[in-house]
C-alpha cells in the first residue's frame, strides 16, 4: 500500500557561537570540561549568564581540585576563542567583569545519584528525554537543522581566518524546507542574519554573505531559482552579542537537538555533568534511534525515554516510527530497549558505553555551538549496534 504523506515546508534555526545564549553554554561546558579532568566523579550543574561586559556565574558544583579551577580565566579564554576582541563593542574578554555565585550539590540530590555499588547509580532527576534519526540526510538529521548549522559554521571560519574580516560573532540562521512525499525536495527560503562591523554594514557585503550563502547551499542539492534570501533584512546588525541582549545556559534546546522536527523533554544540556540524563540520556536515546535508522528498521524513528530520580532503570520507553517501519513494529523495539541487551539506559552503564566521562577527540565544549546531534566527533553517533539489530529483526 502506498503511504500517503501531507506536503509542507519545515522551517528550523541555528545561531552561532557568538550568540549570547551560545556565548554561556560554551562557557558553563568549559568549566564542566575542566571538573571532569579534576575529578571524574564530580556532579556539575554549571550555569552561565552574560551581559554587556558581564558574565556570571551560578549554579552547584561539588568537584575534587575545584578551588585550582580558575573559571575567572576559563571564561575570558572562551569570550576570546570565541571573537569578542573589541573593548568598543561592549562586550570583549579583556575587560569584562566576571563574577561567581556556584556552590556545591545538593545533599538531597547527591544521595539519589551516589550509591555504595557504582552500576546501581541512580538518575540525577526524574524527567522524559527524547532522541530522533531520519534518513533524509547522511548524517541522519533533519535536513533544514543540519544545513542551518552548516550555514552558520562555515561563515564562521570565514571570520576567523580573516578572509571576511568585517564579520562579527553573533549570527542566526533559518532555512525554510519543502517535504514533498516525506521527503526533502527543496529549500524555500533561507534568512541570515550576521553581525558585522559598522564598516561592514553596507547592502554590498550583504549582497556577498548572499552569494556565498547561495553557493554553499547549492551543493545540497536542494536549492532552487525560486529559493528567497533574507540577509540582514533590518538593514543594519552592528550591536550584538550579550551587548546587544543578555544570554543564559540552556536556552536554545531547539537549536541543540532536531530544529523542532523531534519532541523536546525540556531539559538542556550545557553546563551538566553526565550524571544528569538530561543530557546523557538524550545523548543515548539519540545512539539508539540513529542505529535503528541507520540498520534500515525505520526510515524515521523517535525514542522518549523517562526515569525517576534516584533509580537507576528507566520507568517507561516510547517509540515512534512514524509508519516508517520496515518489518517491525514500535512494541517491538520498545522490547528491545527495555530488555536492555542491545542498549543499556541505567545511567551508569550508558555513561560507560559512551565513555562521557573520559572524552578524547572531543570536549562538552565542543557540543556548545552547532548542535549536539549529527557530527561525527561525539560517541553517540557511532553506528556499531546495526549488525546486531540486523540479526535480532531479521
Keep these: 500500500m502506498k503511504k500517503h ?3 509542507h515546508v519545515f522551517t528550523s534555526e541555528s545561531v552561532s557561537e557568538g550568540h549570547p545564549d551560545k556565548v554561556a553554554d560554551q562557557i558553563s561546558d568549559a568549566i564542566l570540561d ?4 579534576s575529578d571524574k566523579t564530580a556532579h556539575v550543574a554549571c550555569e552561565t549568564m552574560v551581559g554587556p561586559n558581564v558574565v556570571v556565574n551560578m549554579g552547584e558544583i561539588t568537584c575534587r581540585g575545584f578551588e585550582s579551577i580558575d573559571t575567572d580565566k576559563i571564561a575570558r579564554r572562551v569570550v576570546k576563542k570565541i571573537g569578542y576582541d573589541n573593548p568598543d563593542e561592549q562586550f570583549c574578554w579583556t575587560n569584562l567583569k566576571y563574577t561567581s555565585y556556584v556552590h556545591g550539590q545538593s545533599p538531597d540530590i547527591n544521595r ?3 550509591r555504595t555499588t557504582k552500576e546501581r547509580q541512580g538518575a540525577g532527576d526524574q524527567g522524559m528525554m527524547f ?4 534518513n533524509e540526510t547522511e548524517c541522519f538529521m533533519p535536513a533544514a537543522i543540519v544545513y542551518s548549522h552548516a550555514l552558520l559554521k562555515m561563515f564562521a571560519e570565514l571570520r576567523h581566518s580573516g578572509e571576511l574580516d568585517w564579520l562579527r560573532p553573533d549570527a542566526k540562521s533559518q532555512l525554510s524546507v519543502v517535504y514533498e512525499d516525506g521527503r526533502p525536495t527543496r529549500i524555500d527560503t533561507v534568512v541570515l542574519s550576521h553581525q558585522t562591523t559598522c564598516a561592514g554594514a553596507k547592502k554590498a557585503n550583504y549582497d556577498i554573505l548572499r552569494d556565498i550563502a547561495q553557493d554553499f547551499l547549492a551543493k545540497t ?6 529559493t528567497r534570501f533574507f540577509v540582514n533584512p533590518t538593514g543594519k546588525f552592528v550591536i550584538g552579542g550579550p551587548c546587544g541582549d543578555s544570554g543564559l545556559t540552556g536556552r536554545k534546546i531547539i537549536v541543540d537537538t532536531y530544529g523542532g522536527m523531534s519532541a ?6 550545557s553546563g551538566k555533568d553526565p550524571s544528569k540524563v538530561d543530557r546523557s540520556a538524550a545523548y543515548y536515546a539519540r545512539y539508539a534511534a540513529k542505529n535503528i535508522v541507520a540498520a534500515g528498521l525505520a526510515d524515521r524513528c523517535q525514542i522518549q525515554v523517562a526515569y ?3 533509580v537507576d532503570k528507566p520507568v517507561s520507553f516510547c517509540v515512534k516510527t512514524f509508519g516508517s517501519a520496515h518489518g ?3 512494541e517491538q523495539l520498545e522490547k528491545m530497549l527495555a530488555g536492555g541487551k542491545v542498549f543499556d539506559f541505567r545511567p551508569y552503564a550508558l555513561i560507560q558505553d559512551l565513555k562521557l566521562l573520559s572524552p578524547k577527540k572531543w570536549s562538552y565544549e565542543d557540543t556548545a555551538a552547532y548542535g549536539h546531534f549529527g557530527r561525527d566527533i561525539f560517541p553517540w553517533e557511532k553506528t556499531d549496534k546495526v549488525a546486531k539489530l540486523k540479526s535480532l529483526f531479521s
Excluded: D, E, R, S
Excluded at 131 to 134: K, L, Q, S
Excluded at 221 to 226: A, D, E, H, V, Y
Design 131 to 134: 532522541g530522533y534519526a531520519t
Design 221 to 226: 542539492g536542494l536549492l532552487t531559482p525560486k
Design 5 to 7: 504523506f501531507h506536503n
Design 264 to 269: 523536546h523533554g525540556g531539559g538542556a544540556f
Design 34 to 37: 575542566a571538573c571532569i579532568k
Design 328 to 330: 517491525v513494529t514500535n
Design 112 to 114: 539519589g545519584v551516589t
Design 308 to 310: 525517576a530520580i534516584g
